[in-house]
């Protein structure tokens, strides 16, 4: 199972633009459900319109003894294609940060995420220029340091390139530097042909 999700995130270079060299250690399916709508699902198309509030998202471990119950569990949001995917900017945008995310099981072997936590940074929509093609929106699920105090993780005070100050710096950057270990990824991917933004980036 955990080859089947690699190879839909190799499908459009999600491990290539984002993961890069980090050790990813596929431990379960994380499922992304947005209301209204269908589940997200490695990679398919999206409604801008309906990603617009938090979905809800679950891990279920392919084993339960890779997850303690005295872990933490953080979930990051990204998106590597602003304000394109040819034309990269403002990448990667930070669309959601929550660290301290208890592992507990619930009756199916499933660990709730949604609700859970410590919000860091509030969940962004998808909202791509408008005609700048399909944008990539990443979760990624991580394990924290055991014992790590999430207060002294970054801030990530700006979301263009999350704050480092570098086109493409982003998610990977943050797992670095907090010494995190990821777990699991989903994504889907969002066109806007309609809406005219203005960005202040």
């Known amino acids: 199972m ?3 999700i690699v190879a839909k995130l190799n499908k459009e270079d999600i491990v290539k633009d984002t993961v890069k060299d980090l050790a990813f250690d596929v431990l379960g399916e994380l499922s ?3 209301a209204g709508t269908d589940d997200v699902q ?32 953080i979930l990051l949001m990204t998106d590597p294609d602003a304000p394109s995917r040819t034309e990269r900017k403002w990448s990667e945008v930070c669309h959601h940060i929550v660290t301290d995310i208890p592992v507990e099981y619930g009756s199916q072997g499933e660990i709730a995420i949604s609700g859970k936590g410590i919000v860091r940074n509030n969940y962004i929509g998808p909202g791509p220029p408008r005609n700048s093609g399909y944008h990539r929106y990443v979760f990624f699920l991580c394990k924290q340091p055991k014992g790590a105090d999430s207060s ?17 710096a982003g998610a990977y950057d943050y797992i670095k530097q907090n010494n995190l270990q ?7 991917m969002v066109e806007n042909t309609t809406v005219d933004f203005n960005y202040d980036m």
């Open 42 to 73: 490695l990679g398919n198309a999206m409604a801008m319109d309906a990603t617009q509030s938090a979905p809800t998202i679950k891990f279920t471990p392919f084993d339960r003894s890779q997850l303690s119950s005295d872990e933490k569990l």
């Open 182 to 188: 990821l777990i699991g990824a989903n994504y889907f």
């Open 2 to 4: 955990s080859s089947a």
């Open 152 to 168: 002294t993780f970054t801030k990530i005070e700006n979301i263009v390139s999350w704050g480092y100050g570098v086109p493409g």
């Open 32 to 34: 992304v459900s947005y």
